[in-house]
């Protein structure tokens, strides 16, 4: 590669079409179906019968389950929690390919901005929709600051930009940080492929480097999983509790 930004490019790993559809396997779908794959498979491990003694698998799923519920009801509350698969679903896939984004040749989905983006303007419609069937047309009153009427002019039209900005702020921030991460794992670890005939304590330098860097991008897909998990819970709560400006 002649850029660290190569390896970011869409590449088709075998081509097939079926009729006027074309479903060939890209090595970013590949990865989505494993992550798939590998949630049911983490999931399948805790379908078994509840033990007195539950099994490391039951432990983490429960540890899993009360950390999303206090999530769910620190922002949102009670209502919020039928909301709950949707919100598991979201924290534990992001998690999951911002982990895959820490393989230093792999390919990282997550700073991938139309994935994210398609999948941040989903979720802001229907948290949007949601807040249209639970409160119908009073639901536009979250537009309606409480303010003086000359300056609803003004403010009305700052309101629907924040709300709309929401969809772009919730992608663009997960891609730039694991964009950045990724090509900082990158840069060092092919540095140290070609410099394998350096001096030992110079290499030696390089990969406690790069481990530290890892144990610091480890923390940052934690936490931006973690991020954009609380902004849809606030976003939702907006139209589960509609609150007064």
Same mark, same amino acid.
């Given at each position: 590669?002649?850029?660290?930004?190569?390896?970011?490019?869409?590449?088709?790993?075998?081509?097939?079409?079926?009729?006027?559809?074309?479903?060939?396997? $890209?090595?970013?779908?590949?990865?989505?179906?494993?992550?798939?794959?590998?949630?049911? @498979?983490?999931?399948?491990?805790?379908?078994?019968?509840?033990?007195?003694?539950?099994?490391?698998?039951?432990?983490?799923?429960?540890?899993?389950?009360?950390?999303? +519920?206090?999530?769910?009801?620190?922002?949102?509350?009670?209502?919020?929690?039928?909301?709950?698969?949707?919100?598991? $679903?979201?924290?534990?896939?992001?998690?999951?390919?911002?982990?895959?984004?820490? +393989?230093?040749?792999?390919?990282?989905?997550?700073?991938?901005? *139309?994935?994210?983006?398609?999948?941040?303007?989903?979720?802001?419609?229907?948290?949007?929709?949601?807040? +249209?069937?639970?409160?119908?047309? $009073?639901?536009?009153? *979250?537009?309606?600051?409480?303010?003086?009427?000359?300056?609803?002019?003004?403010?009305?039209? *700052?309101?629907?930009? $924040?709300?709309?900005?929401?969809?772009?702020? +919730?992608?663009?921030?997960?891609?730039?940080?694991?964009?950045?991460?990724?090509?900082?794992?990158?840069?060092?670890?092919?540095?140290?492929?070609?410099?394998?005939?350096?001096?030992?304590?110079?290499?030696?330098?390089?990969?406690?480097?790069?481990?530290?860097?890892?144990?610091?991008?480890?923390?940052?897909?934690?936490?931006?999983?973690?991020? @954009?998990?609380?902004?849809?819970?606030?976003?939702?709560?907006?139209?589960?509790?509609?609150?007064?400006?």
């Amino acid at each position: 590669m002649f850029s660290p930004l190569e390896q970011f490019e869409i590449v088709s790993l075998f081509n097939l079409t079926f009729g006027f559809f074309d479903i060939s396997l $890209s090595n970013v779908v590949l990865p989505l179906l494993l992550v798939i794959l590998f949630t049911f @498979f983490i999931l399948s491990l805790t379908w078994k019968e509840w033990l007195l003694i539950p099994t490391p698998w039951q432990v983490f799923l429960y540890f899993v389950y009360n950390f999303i +519920l206090q999530i769910i009801m620190q922002q949102i509350g009670i209502k919020g929690v039928k909301y709950y698969c949707l919100i598991f $679903s979201i924290f534990f896939y992001i998690l999951c390919l911002n982990l895959l984004s820490l +393989l230093p040749f792999g390919i990282a989905i997550t700073s991938h901005i *139309i994935i994210i983006l398609y999948l941040s303007i989903t979720l802001w419609g229907g948290i949007f929709f949601i807040g +249209l069937i639970n409160y119908n047309i $009073s639901f536009l009153r *979250i537009f309606i600051p409480n303010c003086p009427f000359i300056l609803l002019i003004l403010l009305i039209p *700052i309101e629907i930009f $924040s709300y709309l900005i929401r969809m772009f702020s +919730l992608a663009i921030r997960l891609v730039a940080n694991i964009l950045a991460g990724h090509t900082l794992v990158y840069i060092i670890t092919n540095f140290l492929i070609i410099r394998l005939n350096m001096r030992f304590w110079f290499y030696f330098i390089g990969v406690i480097l790069l481990f530290l860097i890892l144990i610091l991008e480890f923390g940052v897909a934690f936490s931006q999983a973690y991020i @954009f998990t609380i902004l849809i819970c606030i976003y939702l709560n907006d139209s589960i509790n509609l609150s007064e400006h």
